[in-house]
């Protein structure tokens, strides 16, 4: 720190000799006076601006880059203030070095594009020059090229990954993209007192040349930036400034606070730079010598310097996951949540960040862009806390409302068995309704917990397992943690899911902390706008990039983070003084899990394997798996002939154990399943419903009648017909044998596919069926393309048990005679039992092939 104040202190020194020599020197330079200056004295100055020069502009800012060493240091003085243009050539034999002040004073524009040579060469040696003299990772660059489709930032991309410098923006959007995130860096609160510069970084946003189709909006925005960038440390070099005028709108006057180059040829001249000037006349406002600017650098140099910053970049971020994780193999599962749950879940510099899951700090939100890692983040904080804390201590809660995989890492698949034996319930691409099954599970054990804390008296959730030792239960109370990506997606829409799923979220957030139950939210797009005090019981804020919502408007810390790092504060996201350092906020630097997947899966092993033998695997809903009955713990406790009474098994619920979806089958007038929808699925759950009905009979004890009436349904028929008929009498009819076969009087099950097919008369007999069927052990099962031959053939004759596949919401509540919560979507269906008066969605059951992968 002394030292940097010392190299400061020196730097200061030198320009204000460097300024003097200036100063006389201009005198001279400025060629317009009276008298001819001396040849003679202007090669004394001209050297004297020479050793000015190496002061301002020392090392990488000032040499000639075609000379340079590869071995000269990187890093230097922050800001590096001077940089060289070119070599200004007031005579022939006589040169020096133009500088210019940028970074910590203001801008630069060209008055031409990168498409000429020359500026193409200049912004490359500019660059070069900065991020070398530059300490490592303090300078961010932002590359816009309209026109060159971003070459000149070419020799540059390896700086990418570093998050040193953007892919250059190519059009327009590219560009605002530029201008919203420099927008994004300006400190907030100007008008109140300045404060002392925290940052450590700096933003140069490079445009090359505008994107044609650039509008007056934008040109504003750019100048709006020069104005107030400076400030807060962000400059521009904007080439083609000012832009052509193409309307009066887009007529530019010269950007604020900057050094404007003109280019001639083949010689460039040097505006003054913003708050000073060149010469001593007047009249003159621009360097009085020609300059020729430098060329392009050679690619080795470049090269050079990009390799460093990104070893650097690479090494000062080297966290992997074993960092995160219990240092001794004897600390697995040691800790005790009594108080609160704790792990580390980055590295500030050397030094370990813990964060906790307490009274104080009960939920965490998470922020950030579309690939800035939240899940890295959420795994990494999954595995470090599975490894600190046993099963008995902490049980997880996985949701995903995403399309992707966030979770799916910790239930078992067919590749790998096992499974973090702390999940209880993981959603991986889940619906909505499941989401709010979970949450409600969640809710009915606060309940629960609450109740426990009146009969114990006890106010705390340490005294709760206390007492409840006391009791005796040797299994103590673990403590829950809720993780849900993409919650807006569960909070989304005006429906009474999106309702109800708030106000549970909403008692959760408030009533969890004291029962032990504990929330991460995590979203790429935050909109903070719920209800104040919502948020407000989330005091730990995590942004990742992109992800500066969670924080507080004013608080603009986590502008231009790099993959990898996150700002974690743990005050509401609140920014505070720009002291030294605010205690409540660190960015820290987290690992990329799936970095090292050896690591992961030894992990993953160790943790299973040391489960009690008797866990249960997690309960786990994929949004996008098929659900088959061979599958269902139901069907298989049927054909094993423990099924209390006959009923059709048609899909999964979506609820938090996924119980089978089942329509039962008894006396009462009416009780017949019909299926609707015009996708072929529909035979298929038709099939699964036959199948099931047969399980629950035992062997020879009924009678099957099936029929298809269309193509799509006969494969299915046949196959159904064929394995029904191991266990049971089955008839195979057409149509005209159907019709015989709609007799209430003869006892056994109608399974009819296609059933809107029938020709016309050929149902004549449905209506005593329905009706009178079930009283004597008859009943059907019916697949319907059309829902509107069903209406007309029953003409009000009851069918309890309705089934929707993509029938409309409007048409399913005409059916069913109210309105209800329906959006027609695939893999999904709607099981609404009018006897019973319940309503739920199910994933149905398929037939097997075709979709698995
Ligand atoms: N700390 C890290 N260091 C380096 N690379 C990382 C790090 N974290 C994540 N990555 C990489 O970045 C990519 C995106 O990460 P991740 O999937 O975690 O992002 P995400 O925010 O969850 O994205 P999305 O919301 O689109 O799923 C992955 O390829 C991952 O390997």
Redesign the pocket.
Known sequence: MADSVSRVHQAAALHRQAAAIAEAAATVLDGDGPATPDPLEQHRLVEDLRVAAAALAPGWLGAPLEAQSLNTPLGGVFPPQFVRLGVAQPLDDARFPALVPLLGTGHLTIDATATDSRVFGLLRSILVRLLAAAPAGSLLVRAVDGVGAGEVFAPFADLRDAGLMSPPATDRQGLRDVLAEAEKWLRPGRGVAPRRSRRDRMMLVVIASLPEMTEGEELRRIAALAQQGPDSGLHLIVAGWPPPPLTAETTQAPLPRTTMISVRNPYAVIGDPPGATYGSNPHVSWLNAPVFLDDDPPPHLVEAVCRELVAHSAAA?HVTLADLLPETADEMWAGDAAEGLSTVVGHDGDTPLILRFNDLTPHWMVG??????????LVNVLYGLGARYSPGELALYLLDF?E?V?FAEFVPTRRDRTWLPHARAVGVEADREYGLAVLRELDAEMARRSVAYERAGVARFAELRAAAAEEGRNRPLPRILCVIDEFPVLLGGADPVATEAAALLDSLARTGRSCGIHLILAS?NMLLQGPRDFFGQFPVRIA?PGGGDVLEPANDSAAGLP??TAVVNTAGGLGGPRGATRGHERMV????P??DEELLSDLRHKLWGARNPETQPPRVFAGYASQHLADDPTYRSALAGRAARPAALVGRALDVNLSTAAFPFDASPGRHLAIFGTQASGSEVLDAAARSVAACHQPRTTRFVIASLVAEGDRLAEALAAEIGHRQEVVVVDAAGLAEELDPQRPGYRVVFGMDATPPGGLRGLEALLRDGPGRGAHLLSWWRDPRRFAEATEGAGVAGMLFLNVPGAEVAAMVGRPLEWQPRPNRALLHDRHADRTVTLVPFLAPEGDEP
């Open positions: 971020s950030g862009r579309s690939g800035a890692g939240k899940t890295a983040f995403k992707g966030t790429q990742l993959l990898g630097r987290f690992p990329d799936h970095a």
